[in-house]
């Protein structure tokens, strides 16, 4: 069974104490990693996708990794504004479900000023 | 340009009464996903619309829910003789071509008493 489990559930850091959350993974077969931000009451927000091990993207202080079994968020020198919910989701090859996203229960992160 | 957009954005029912949330994709996207998403469940995949394809229904929960996408644009998700249990947030989002990322809308919170 297709699975994702990301943790810690929740990571308090002080301002500027950069840190990661990690999103592991066990798939038939990956088409792509998703990361999702999600503020209290609104949808998730885009952030990331990656395809292949090896793969590295960035924006503003945050970076996502990937390797076969797991994909890193790193947090560099966060902000109060960077407290939000962060959802790792993958797609997968074949199935019957060829559109869906699979989501992971999410890490609160929350920033102290 | 436009995001998603859903309504209402809040939706209070009494038991056994029937609803229908409403979807407005981004323009030009042919994939509409919906998603329900409650408290220690994470979000849940329901049912997935491509171009002119069958739906992949294999998520919805029961024979009660049912999703139409009229003219490839505008989707309803209908609930029938709503349970508590039906209570979440359902979140709807679109894809430019149901194999990269996915853009949420803000959802609706759906309370059943």
């Known amino acids: 069974e297709d699975q994702v489990t990301q943790s810690p559930e929740a990571l308090r850091l002080q301002e500027g104490e950069s840190s990661s959350l990690n999103c592991s993974y066990t798939?038939?077969?990956?088409?792509?990693l998703f990361w999702y931000r999600q503020d209290p009451g609104k949808g998730p927000e885009f952030l990331f996708t990656l395809y292949s091990a090896g793969e590295e993207k960035e924006k503003e202080r945050l970076k996502a990794t990937l390797t076969k079994k797991e994909s890193f968020l790193h947090i560099t020198a966060p902000k109060p504004e960077d407290s939000a919910t962060y959802l790792c989701?993958?797609?997968?090859?074949?199935?019957?479900?060829?559109?869906?996203?699979?989501f992971g229960q999410g890490t609160i992160l929350t920033v102290h000023p | 340009g436009a995001g998603v957009s859903q309504s209402p954005s809040n939706k209070v029912t009494e038991k056994g009464k029937d609803v229908e949330l409403r979807c407005d994709p981004i323009?030009?996207?042919?994939?509409l996903y919906w998603y329900r998403q409650s408290l220690g469940q994470g979000l849940e995949f329901l049912i997935y619309?491509?171009?002119?394809?069958?739906?992949?229904k294999s998520g919805l929960p029961s024979d009660r829910f049912s999703a139409e996408r009229t003219g490839g644009s505008v989707s309803t998700l209908t609930i029938q003789r709503t349970q508590q249990e039906d209570s979440a947030v359902y979140l709807c989002?679109?894809?430019?071509?149901?194999?990269?990322?996915?853009?949420f809308g803000p959802g609706t919170r759906l309370t059943v008493t």
């Open positions: 619309f491509q171009g002119n394809s069958a739906p992949d």
């Open positions: 989701a993958v797609l997968i090859t074949g199935g019957t479900s060829y559109g869906k996203l699979t």
């Open positions: 798939v038939s077969g990956l088409r792509g």
């Open positions: 323009s030009g996207h042919t994939a």
């Open positions: 989002a679109s894809s430019f071509s149901g194999r990269g990322e996915q853009y």
